[in-house]
C-alpha cells in the first residue's frame, strides 16, 4: 500500500496533513552539510545528553544545538511542536507520507536527529517502523540512549530494518568506545584517531560522495570537535 493510500478517520493522508500530524509545519529539514533530508527536536529535550551538557570533556558540553540558530525563537517552536507531535496516533504513518514525498530516489539519504535524541523506547520503535515501511532510503541516527536503543532491539530481534543505522555516540571527547559499548553496534566518537574519519571539515563542510554514517559496515565515525 502506498502511504498516500493511508487514511484517518475522515480523510486521506495528505502532505498538508502529514506535516500538521509530524509538527514539520514547512516541511522536513534540509541540512546543507549532507545529502538528503533530516528532523531534529530541541538539545534541550534530550535525556542522556542533557545530563552531559553539564560536565566539561563531555561531547554535549559544547553543544553545537544549544546555541546559534537553534536558539531562534522560531526553531524552538518547530523543536516543542515536533516534540507534541510524537505522540499523535498517526505519527508513523505521516512521516512516512513526509519522507517519502520529500526524498529524491537519486538521493535516498535521511539523518534522524539533526539536533535531540530520542526520548523513549516507544519513540525508537516508531522509527524502525518509519524505515521497515521505507526500505529503499537510508536511516541514520546518532544516539546516546543505550538503554532505549539495546530495549528496541531485544524487542524487534531479527525484524531490525537493515535500512536503520543508529550509531552509539561516546560519551567524552577524545575517548574511543569499550569493546561494551563497541558489541552493540556501530559507533561514533569526537577526536579520536583511527576508525572512519569524516571528511566533511577538509571540504567545505560537506559530506559529498562519503556516506559512512549510514553504512552499518563501518564500526566507527569519528568527528572533530566543533
Same mark, same amino acid.
Given at each position: 500500500?502506498?502511504? %498516500? @493510500?493511508?487514511?484517518?478517520? #475522515?480523510?486521506?493522508? #495528505?502532505?498538508?496533513? %502529514?506535516?500538521?500530524?509530524?509538527?514539520?509545519?514547512?516541511?522536513?529539514?534540509?541540512? !546543507?552539510?549532507?545529502?538528503?533530508?533530516?528532523t531534529g527536536?530541541?538539545?534541550?529535550?534530550?535525556?542522556?545528553?542533557?545530563?552531559?551538557?553539564?560536565?566539561?570533556?563531555?561531547? *554535549? !558540553? @559544547?553543544?553545537?544545538?544549544?546555541?546559534?540558530?537553534?536558539?531562534?525563537?522560531?526553531?524552538?517552536? %518547530?523543536?516543542? /511542536?515536533?516534540?507534541?507531535?510524537?505522540?499523535?496516533?498517526?505519527?508513523?504513518?505521516?512521516?512516512?507520507r513526509l519522507?517519502?514525498?520529500?526524498?529524491?530516489?537519486?538521493?535516498?539519504?535521511?539523518r534522524i536527529?539533526?539536533?535531540?535524541?530520542?526520548?523513549?523506547?516507544?519513540?525508537?520503535?516508531?522509527?524502525? /517502523?518509519?524505515?521497515?515501511?521505507?526500505? @529503499?532510503?537510508?536511516?541514520? *541516527?546518532?544516539?546516546?540512549?543505550?538503554?532505549?536503543?539495546?530495549?528496541?532491539?531485544?524487542?524487534?530481534?531479527?525484524?531490525?530494518?537493515?535500512?536503520?543505522?543508529?550509531?552509539?555516540?561516546?560519551?567524552?571527547?577524545?575517548?574511543?568506545?569499550? %569493546?561494551?559499548?563497541? !558489541?552493540?553496534?556501530?559507533?561514533? #566518537?569526537?577526536?579520536?584517531?583511527?576508525?572512519?574519519?569524516?571528511?566533511?571539515? #577538509?571540504?567545505?563542510?560537506?559530506?559529498?560522495?562519503?556516506?559512512?554514517?549510514?553504512?552499518?559496515?563501518?564500526?566507527?565515525?569519528?568527528?572533530?570537535?566543533?
Open positions: 500500500m502506498n502511504s %498516500a @493510500d493511508i487514511k484517518t478517520d #475522515t480523510k486521506p493522508m #495528505t502532505i498538508k496533513l %502529514a506535516r500538521e500530524i509530524t509538527g514539520h509545519t514547512s516541511g522536513l529539514g534540509s541540512p !546543507s552539510k549532507m545529502p538528503g533530508f533530516s527536536l530541541s538539545a534541550t529535550f534530550c535525556k542522556v545528553g542533557a545530563k552531559l551538557a553539564k560536565i566539561p570533556g563531555s561531547v *554535549c !558540553s @559544547d553543544c553545537y544545538a544549544l546555541k546559534a540558530n537553534y536558539q531562534y525563537p522560531s526553531v524552538k517552536l %518547530a523543536h516543542a /511542536r515536533r516534540l507534541a507531535a510524537l505522540r499523535h496516533k498517526l505519527w508513523v504513518p505521516a512521516m512516512v519522507i517519502e514525498h520529500q526524498t529524491d530516489p537519486e538521493v535516498p539519504y535521511f536527529h539533526d539536533s535531540g535524541d530520542m526520548q523513549g523506547i516507544w519513540h525508537v520503535l516508531a522509527w524502525v /517502523r518509519v524505515a521497515q515501511a521505507l526500505p @529503499d532510503i537510508n536511516f541514520w *541516527c546518532p544516539s546516546k540512549e543505550f538503554g532505549m536503543i539495546q530495549a528496541a532491539r531485544a524487542i524487534v530481534g531479527g525484524a531490525w530494518p537493515k535500512n536503520l543505522v543508529i550509531r552509539l555516540s561516546t560519551p567524552m571527547v577524545g575517548k574511543a568506545p569499550n %569493546a561494551a559499548l563497541s !558489541s552493540k553496534g556501530p559507533t561514533s #566518537t569526537v577526536n579520536v584517531s583511527g576508525g572512519a574519519q569524516c571528511p566533511a571539515y #577538509t571540504q567545505g563542510g560537506e559530506c559529498r560522495d562519503c556516506r559512512a554514517c549510514w553504512d552499518s559496515k563501518v564500526p566507527n565515525v569519528n568527528y572533530p570537535a566543533h
